[in-house]
């Protein structure tokens, strides 16, 4: 069983449309979250970190559940420029260093 | 400032052959990672460093060499290279510390391609 598992899509949304993705992982020492996103063919960037308390970045809303230890990513009013793989990743300390755990990826597509 | 920026961006071998790929970064990170990413696979990492003349193995380093001369460059090597290494792999890097929110910064990424 993989770490982090995500679903992988494609989720194929109209533009404005709401979607959420979902990640489950099995290490229950994981310390820290994030939602990373990448292009088609390009780097993965840091889209947002998680926090216990949930947070928000304008259509972007990121939520944690440790007892279930699933991490969501909401998006809302959905844009053609929002089309791209969302990868779940959790940070796990292991000997002084910080281990970034990635998921395989949610695959989104916004039409118009 | 460039971030992170790897080259070559594309390569094709064959099986046998040896190659370096080479990655730099110029945010004074002391942190430099390498890794690959494969199709229905999240990233996986094949080496790291934690500072300059240091390396350790990630999750997947048979087949890789890295080093660490310089604290802006962190190189890996393949040696021998084989059909299973066909890949794109991606180098990293991250401040110095051990804090609970530890952003990657990541390079473009060098197609691998071995026949």
């Known amino acids: 069983r993989k770490e982090v598992e995500q679903d992988p899509g494609p989720f194929n949304v109209p533009e404005g449309a709401t979607v959420a993705f979902n990640c489950t992982y099995s290490?229950?020492?994981?310390?820290?979250f994030f939602w990373y996103r990448q292009d088609c063919r390009k780097e993965p960037k840091l889209l947002m970190s998680v926090y216990s308390s949930g947070n928000e970045d304008g259509r972007f809303t990121a939520q944690l559940n440790r007892a279930s230890q699933y991490i969501s990513l909401l998006i809302r009013d959905s844009k053609l420029s929002d089309s791209a793989t969302y990868l779940c990743v959790v940070n796990r300390e292991t000997g002084g260093y910080n281990k970034l755990i990635f998921g395989a990826g949610t695959r989104l597509a916004v039409h118009p | 400032n460039a971030g992170v920026t790897q080259t070559p961006k594309f390569r094709v071998l064959k099986t046998g052959q040896s190659m370096t790929l080479l990655c730099a970064q110029d945010?004074?990170?002391?942190?430099m990672y390498w890794y690959r990413q494969d199709p229905g696979m999240g990233l996986r990492l094949i080496h790291y460093s934690v500072g300059e003349g240091t390396t350790a193995k990630g999750e997947v380093p048979d087949g890789y060499n890295v080093s660490r001369l310089k604290k802006q460059n962190f190189l890996l090597g393949l040696e021998s290279a084989a059909p299973s290494q066909t890949s794109v792999y991606f180098c990293a890097s991250s401040p110095l510390g051990t804090g609970a929110y530890n952003e990657q910064f990541f390079g473009p990424g060098t197609r691998l391609t071995v026949l």
């Open positions: 290490n229950s020492a994981s310390q820290s």
């Open positions: 945010m004074n990170h002391e942190y």
